[in-house]
């Protein structure tokens, strides 16, 4: 029977197991493998897809990341780019830049400008925080710092060159100027000629001159010189040797063509005023010759036509300058002599025994009016002014005519001393030894006289007054004084004003219309405006203005103290009610009348 083995200890029998039946081998697909292997196929699948896609997303986070420190890297060499081309700006065209170094200034500059751009440039390379920047701020850098290099160096080059010829100029400048101050030293004048004419044969081959252009500037060098020279010998009377200088240098080429002609006619004019001075010499030192006349008669027999008339014309000149000042001399001598005895008589009452017989001899044609102003005073009075005589003076005094101020500044103002009491006398000749002088103060008060006869004779031509008439004359002689005492505080006042007080002394205000009377000039109730006053203003005006003035014045009080009307309303009345005659207009508000 069979029996049941135990199960012991852990055996492994190699015998076959009896009666087992034999089938075909189990097959992967049998035993689930297949499903397996695929679940696992599968799985590695994904698994390669996960690392293409994990691969994927590092490749595209390497390349931001690149990008990011790409942008970071330009960004930080654009700054120094920026702060390099800012401080080249400033380099070259800021206050003192090197672009406005000139002359010798700029010399040093490029080795200068150089090491300070690589001393900045290395500052800002030590704040780059990776190679990548600095490298690529090295490229920066040299790139600028050529460009740099050459802008510097090509302005140093002008500006030597510059400097060079500006040297050379001065130089023969200098020896040019020696060489014509020298012109009476003939040898030491040359010497400066030749060094200056030896400066610019070095200096043109030193700057690559062609040498016709050498040639040139020696030429101009040398007219300029010889020119010089010939008008120092004039200025010092040498005109011999001039003209013999000037033949010299003019058989040696050395003069321009273009001067020539000049040169030439300066030298025969200073022959022909040598000649001219001489001739007049001996005319003046014969005493038969004793008026312009006769001696001017004497030069046309000298001179004749000889140099077309030029030496005639030449002498004749200086016959009448030297009348002119012979005239001169003596009216100042006439002129002291008036003053000394205008003085003796105005101290001794107009004692005319006190003017001795030589000077009743010297001052003969001017004794009648001395005698009358003496007499004036011998009657315990100053003369009487002439109004003609003291306007006509002034018109000629502010005169545009150059002949009429001459005229007045060549009058002998002290003969006119009956005509002119003595503070118009001191005021004429007070202005008359400005304008002589051509002191400061001689335009301000001629014009200053100018622009007040203007105004008065338009005034007066507007009143259909002649200006000379005396009517006139006395109209002018109230506005002066009166300005004058507006005006004696030393302020000027405006041209307005003066015009007003003008305006005052011929006008009268038409108070009351002479009706049809009018038409005919007559039947108007006037009265002059330096005379007129409040109670002259008809009662139904006077009431309109007193209301105008209190609103346009409240300040200024209508009465006084003691119940009078307040003088500084009653002007203000006065001026509001000639001003409303006046904006009536001729005829109507007010006429034109000659003082009393």
């Avoid at 004749?304 to 009348?323: C, F, S, T, W, Y």
């Avoid at 001399?329 to 002129?335: D, F, G, I, K, S």
């Avoid at 006084?560 to 309303?569: S, V």
């Amino acid at each position: 029977m069979p029996t049941v083995r135990t199960y012991g200890p852990r055996q492994v029998l190699t015998e076959a197991l009896p009666g087992v039946r034999k089938q075909a081998a189990l097959t992967e697909e049998a035993a689930g493998v297949g499903v397996e292997r695929a679940k696992i196929g599968t799985g590695q699948a994904l698994a390669q897809v996960g690392g293409q896609l994990a691969q994927t997303a590092f490749s595209e986070y390497q390349q931001t990341r690149q990008k990011e420190i790409n942008e970071a890297d330009q960004i930080a060499v654009m700054e120094a780019e920026t702060a390099l081309g800012r401080w080249e700006n400033t380099r070259l065209f800021g206050d003192g830049g090197a672009l406005s170094q000139q002359g010798k200034n700029a010399l040093g500059l490029p080795e200068q400008v150089n090491e300070e751009y690589n001393q900045f440039a290395d500052e800002i390379a030590s704040g780059l925080s990776t190679d990548r920047q600095r490298l690529a701020f090295q490229k920066v850098r040299l790139q600028r710092g050529m460009g740099l290099d050459m802008t510097v160096q090509r302005h140093v080059s002008g500006e030597i060159q510059k400097y060079k010829t500006e040297t050379v100029k001065a130089n023969v400048g200098n020896a040019s100027n020696l060489a014509i101050a020298y012109g009476l030293d003939p040898e030491r004048s040359k010497a400066e000629l030749d060094r200056a004419l030896n400066t610019i044969d070095i200096a043109g081959a030193q700057l690559g001159l062609p040498q016709v252009q050498i040639d040139a500037m020696k030429l101009d060098t040398q007219t300029a010189v010889h020119e010089g020279v010939i008008n120092r010998l004039q200025e010092n009377d040498k005109y011999d040797e001039a003209e013999v200088y000037f033949k010299k240098y003019k058989e040696l080429g050395q003069i321009r063509g273009d001067k020539l002609d000049d040169l030439e006619k300066k030298v025969q004019i200073g022959n022909v005023n040598v000649e001219a001075q001489r001739m007049a010499d001996k005319i003046l030192a014969d005493p038969s010759l004793d008026t312009l006349a006769k001696q001017q008669e004497r030069a046309k027999e000298l001179a004749g036509e000889k140099h077309k008339g030029e030496l005639r014309d030449k002498v004749n000149a200086q016959l009448e300058h030297q009348q002119a000042l012979k005239d001169r001399a003596e009216n100042q001598r006439e002129e002291n002599l008036l003053n000394e005895i205008n003085t003796r008589l105005y101290r001794n009452g107009g004692d005319l025994t006190s003017i001795k017989p030589w000077e009743e001899a010297a001052l003969g044609k001017h004794m009648p009016n001395i005698r009358s102003f003496a007499q004036s005073l011998q009657q315990g009075n100053e003369p009487t002014l002439n109004l003609g005589a003291y306007y006509t003076l002034k018109t000629m005094a502010s005169s545009d005519d150059p002949k009429q101020r001459q005229a007045f500044m060549d009058t002998t103002l002290p003969s006119l001393s009956h005509l002119l009491p003595k503070h118009e006398m001191m005021e004429m000749i007070e202005l008359q030894t400005n304008m002589r002088q051509a002191t400061n103060k001689a335009p301000n008060v001629v014009a200053g006289i100018r622009s007040n006869e203007d105004m008065f004779k338009n005034t007066m031509l507007d009143a259909g007054l002649d200006v000379d008439s005396d009517g006139a004359r006395l109209i002018h002689r109230q506005w002066d004084l009166q300005v004058d005492l507006e005006q004696s505080a030393g302020k000027p006042i405006p041209s307005s004003r003066k015009q007003e007080i003008l305006d005052d002394i011929w006008q009268s205000v038409i108070l009351k219309p002479g009706g049809v009377w009018n038409y005919f000039g007559g039947g108007d109730v006037t009265k002059p405006i330096s005379k007129l006053t409040i109670d002259d203003i008809p009662q139904d005006e006077r009431r309109q203005l007193f209301e105008a003035v209190r609103r346009a014045f409240p300040t200024v009080a209508e009465r006084t103290a003691d119940g009078k009307i307040n003088p500084q309303f009653e002007q203000r009345l006065l001026r509001q009610y000639i001003y409303t005659k006046r904006s009536q207009g001729k005829g109507r508000g007010f006429k034109y009348v000659a003082p009393e």
